[in-house]
């Protein structure tokens, strides 16, 4: 149905931070040929933005549309192939979109990782998107792709083996440096008020299966909550603590194994922590930065410490700057056990911040998915994740873009920290990066720093300078 449209694709919300960074991958690693546009609510600040991308995009189309004028969306739906959205908080904002891509047969692709917008886009457009033939992919950013992807590469490693389904897996974040939008802020801080309000809404929220087709029919496997506070895990022989976006990445990684028939397993149990290793000094490190993520939490939840939070964090349309960009990274483990008992390990990595830099490549490399490579895509249509709208497709682009996707057979750790079990990911991330997250480099202002949980050159607590575009916290 997308073959006669204008467009191969459309950033929609160009002008806002998010948009900006996309249109700027787009502009440098878009093959020649490939037809995008500007989408957004001024023609003027559109013009500015292609501006400032340079010849690639000189002549690129901009389409004014607005999220509350539906006739608009409509017409910004049929004139593209795939519709990319950065036009966030996606509960506020996103549905109209969404609707107006299902009903034209458009595939979208969007950087969400709010539940209770995934939840409604499921509810109200799976269906129709499912009849018309669009692929609707929420999630494909930092929040969800390196989680889903990393699994599925676990899946297809074990089955290619022939060494069972997946059972207990565990996601652990090894090193992590960025910082965080406005926009960002905006997004959770609206969901938690959303989840105040209501008890239903606090339901869904909390199930760890909120996201699946068919909730009846997963399978009872115990308690399942996210991590909530510091604890030592036995298998892994390492302290752990809360990681942020377990709440959105888990309930994702779930919905691909039920979207996939239980591919992974019935007995499939996960779970996303960060790491911080097994020195004496790990738990009292892992306590203080859980309870600074907690505190953070609790700031932003309540209107007076918003208030003064929200002079010292970034406003909407405002993030890292280009330095703190560039010299962010992540690196993450999943640890499966399989039926047979036969164990694997997955590593995700990228240089560049998690939120920002490496997720501009991964919606960019995503929107380039979708249009170019659909002869390549798993034949499924509806609300879908990355893994299952796009799988190895994706994985192929991102490495080829300079991203570690990789999976390996392992035997017991015996004791030893996760990133012993293979020298050779301590490696640089790329050519020319500024540092591997295993050495260590001194941190800017308003960071913490923590490379495989061993502290680095600053303490725990915020450093003077101004925090605006970064977070009051990182693992680094």
């Given amino acids: 149905m997308s073959g006669d449209r204008d467009l191969d694709v459309v950033v929609f919300g160009a002008t806002g931070f998010a948009g900006r960074l996309v249109a700027g991958y787009l502009a440098g690693h878009a093959p020649g040929g490939v037809r ?3 989408a957004g609510r001024s023609e003027r ?12 995009a000189s002549a690129w189309p901009l389409l004014v549309a607005d999220s509350a004028d539906p006739v608009s969306l ?5 004139a593209a192939r795939v519709v990319v959205s ?12 969404v609707q107006a891509c299902a009903a034209a047969g458009t595939d979208y692709a969007d950087l969400t990782g709010e539940v209770l917008f995934i939840r409604d886009s499921i509810d109200r457009c799976h269906d129709v998107a499912a009849a018309a033939g669009a692929r609707i992919v929420h999630g494909c950013g930092f929040d969800s792709v390196p989680s889903d992807l990393g699994v599925l590469l676990l899946h297809d490693a074990a089955r290619a083996d022939d060494a069972g389904d997946l059972q207990d897996t565990s996601l652990v974040v090894v090193a992590l440096r960025g910082g965080i939008s406005g926009g960002t802020l905006a ?5 938690q008020e959303e989840v105040r309000a209501s008890a239903e809404r606090r339901r869904v929220a909390g199930d760890p299966y909120a996201l699946s087709p068919d909730r009846a029919a997963e399978p009872d496997l115990g308690d399942e909550r996210d991590l909530g506070w510091v604890k030592y895990d036995g298998e892994l022989r390492i302290w752990t603590g809360p990681f942020a976006m377990a709440a959105i990445n888990t309930r994702m990684v779930r ?20 790491g911080f290793g097994a020195s004496p000094t790990a738990p009292l490190l892992a306590a203080t930065v859980s309870g600074a993520l907690k505190a953070a939490e609790t ?21 890292p700057g280009e330095r703190t960009r560039r010299s962010g990274y992540f690196r993450i483990q999943i ?3 399989t039926s047979t008992g036969v164990r694997y390990l997955a590593t995700v990595e990228a240089q560049g911040d998690p939120g920002y830099a490496a997720t501009s490549v991964m919606l960019g490399e995503t929107a380039l998915c979708l249009a170019l490579d659909r002869d390549h895509l798993p034949d499924r249509a509806g609300v879908l994740t990355p893994a299952t709208a796009m799988g190895g497709a994706l994985a192929a682009r991102l490495r080829s873009a300079g991203h570690t996707l990789a999976t390996r057979q392992v035997t017991a750790l015996r004791g030893r920290h996760p990133h012993q079990v293979r020298r050779a990911w301590n490696r640089p991330l790329a050519t020319g990066a500024t540092g591997p997250p295993t050495q260590s480099r001194p941190s800017g202002p308003g960071r913490t720093s923590m490379v495989l949980g061993r502290p680095v050159n600053r303490p725990w607590w915020i450093s003077r300078g101004s925090p605006r575009g970064r977070t009051p916290w990182c693992i680094r």
């Fill in 36 to 38: 995008i546009g500007l």
């Fill in 45 to 56: 600040r559109l013009a500015d933005v292609r501006a400032q991308l340079g010849a690639a």
């Fill in 74 to 78: 409509a017409a910004l739906a049929r």
């Fill in 86 to 97: 950065t036009v966030g908080p996606y509960r506020a904002h996103g549905l109209p979109l």
């Fill in 187 to 191: 997004s959770m801080m609206g969901q």
């Fill in 255 to 274: 919905r691909s194994n039920a979207l996939q028939d239980w591919a992974y397993g019935r007995r499939f149990r996960y779970r996303e922590v960060t």
């Fill in 299 to 319: 700031g932003l939840a309540f209107a007076p410490s918003r208030a003064v939070l929200s002079r010292l964090l970034p406003a909407p349309g405002q993030g």
């Fill in 335 to 337: 640890h499966t056990r």
